[in-house]
């Protein structure tokens, strides 16, 4: 015959039941995770970062005149190649240093983007007349630039000019939304519970 189990007995079965049930549930849920959900919730996170990104360089842009420039040429060769996006800032040109890398507006003309070799003082207190230089050019650009405010190249990325240009394209974007917002309705979408004669726990009836 088996022994009467005490009351102390029963309190050790009933702590050790305790001790092994959150290892039991955790099991449960791992194994019940599928590989379609692990890759949503990645995804979700990927667009998450790329949407907050995305907002501070809207942020930047109008707090702090922080905006990207993308290098279709190489002749700054090979501190920024070909292909590359830089962050630019603003300043006025009272800043400028020499040795700076910095973008110039022309009216009527593409920007350029080279390196400050000398600077002199404008017809005004705020204008700077600089002279420039690619990296890997020879010599000076033909002609000084007067400016009162130029873009300063903070840093640059290299090879990433074509992705960021994509995302410029109407028909990417368009994709892209519709693929956010298809991800956002997947991943909030109700689903039921498959119970077919089972407790919550997993037990039978």
């Known amino acids: 015959m088996t022994a009467p189990?005490?009351?102390?007995?029963?309190?050790?079965k009933e702590t050790s039941l305790a001790a092994v049930e959150p290892h039991a549930t955790a099991a449960r849920v791992h194994t019940g995770m599928r590989p379609g959900r692990v890759i949503g919730d990645a995804l979700l996170w990927v667009a998450a970062v790329a949407g907050a990104v995305c907002i501070l360089l809207v942020v930047l842009a109008f707090t702090a005149q922080i905006t990207l420039?993308?290098?279709r040429t190489g002749s700054m060769s090979p501190t920024i190649p070909a292909g590359s996006v830089a962050v630019v800032q603003r300043v006025p040109a009272t800043e400028i240093e020499v040795g700076d890398v910095v973008t110039v507006d022309r009216e009527g003309e593409l920007p350029v983007t080279h390196r400050v070799t000398t600077i002199v003082r404008g017809a005004s207190a705020d204008e700077?007349?600089?002279?420039?230089?690619?990296?890997a050019n020879a010599a000076d650009d033909p002609f000084p630039y007067p400016v009162t405010s130029v873009r300063k190249v903070l840093f640059s990325v290299p090879g990433i000019a074509l992705v960021v240009a994509g995302m410029g394209n109407p028909i990417?974007?368009?994709a892209l939304t519709v693929a956010a917002t298809s991800l956002v309705v997947w991943a909030f979408w109700p689903r039921g519970q498959h119970r077919s004669g089972r407790d919550p726990d997993g037990n039978g009836p």
């Open 5 to 12: 189990m005490t009351r102390r007995s029963l309190r050790e």
């Open 172 to 174: 990417v974007l368009g």
């Open 128 to 135: 700077r007349v600089i002279t420039m230089r690619g990296d």
């Open 69 to 71: 420039i993308m290098f």
